[in-house]
Each structure stands twice: as structure tokens, then as C-alpha cells.
């Protein structure tokens, strides 16, 4: 059974960071290229990509810079580390093994002051 737990939202000021994580099971990790999305009021919006070795990274331009995607193949992991957040990252974020149906509850992330 495919499991996604993501964690680590919380509310943050303007410019501070956030850590996600994607605890992954029920499936090979190692053999996956994951995605982290996001969604706020319109459709879903695909934020970073990795691939299954962490070789390749691409991120969306809103967040190329302040973003940086990971991934711990021992531990199952997903990462996505989140610098000089702006209000307009405010969304529910979500991993999502590449080419798969499988999604996770999400984690609220919030930017405020």
C-alpha cells in the first residue's frame, strides 16, 4: 500500500524558510522520480521535480532560487527546503512519485505577517 506523508508546514513570516518532508512507503522510492506540487485556489501547480538518483533537478520559475528539492534514498525521503518565502507560496503542498496517481494528504504551508 503506496503511503505519502508529507510534514513540516506551519505558518512563517515573509522571507523566513520552511523544510518539508515526504516520508514515502509501499513502493521502491529509489526507482521514482518524485514532484513536490502545490495548491492554492486554482489547479495544482507543479513546484520542483527530482529524479530518482537526485542527479536532475528543475524547479518552476515562482520558486528557482528560493527552492531546493532532495531526496534520501536510504531513508525514504523527500525534501524540499523553502527560503525567502512570500505570501504567494501560501498553498497546500503535496509529493507525488512521477508518472503515478498517488498523492498525499498535504502539508499547509502558510506565509504571514
Known amino acids: 500500500q503506496v503511503q505519502l506523508v508529507e510534514s513540516g508546514g506551519g505558518l512563517v513570516q515573509p522571507g523566513g524558510s520552511l523544510r518539508l518532508s515526504c516520508a514515502a512507503s509501499g513502493f521502491t522510492f529509489s526507482n521514482f522520480a518524485m514532484n513536490w506540487y502545490r495548491q492554492a485556489e486554482k489547479e495544482r501547480e507543479l513546484v520542483a521535480f527530482i529524479?530518482?538518483?537526485?542527479?536532475?533537478?528543475n524547479y518552476a520559475d515562482s520558486v528557482k532560487g528560493r527552492f531546493t528539492i532532495s531526496r534520501d534514498n536510504v531513508k525514504n525521503t523527500l525534501y524540499l527546503q523553502m527560503n525567502s518565502l512570500k505570501s504567494a507560496d501560501t498553498a497546500v503542498y503535496y509529493c507525488?512519485?512521477?508518472?503515478?496517481?498517488?498523492w498525499g494528504q498535504g502539508t499547509q504551508v502558510t506565509v504571514s505577517s
Open positions: 507525488k512519485p512521477r508518472g503515478s496517481d498517488y
Open positions: 529524479s530518482s538518483n537526485g542527479a536532475i533537478r
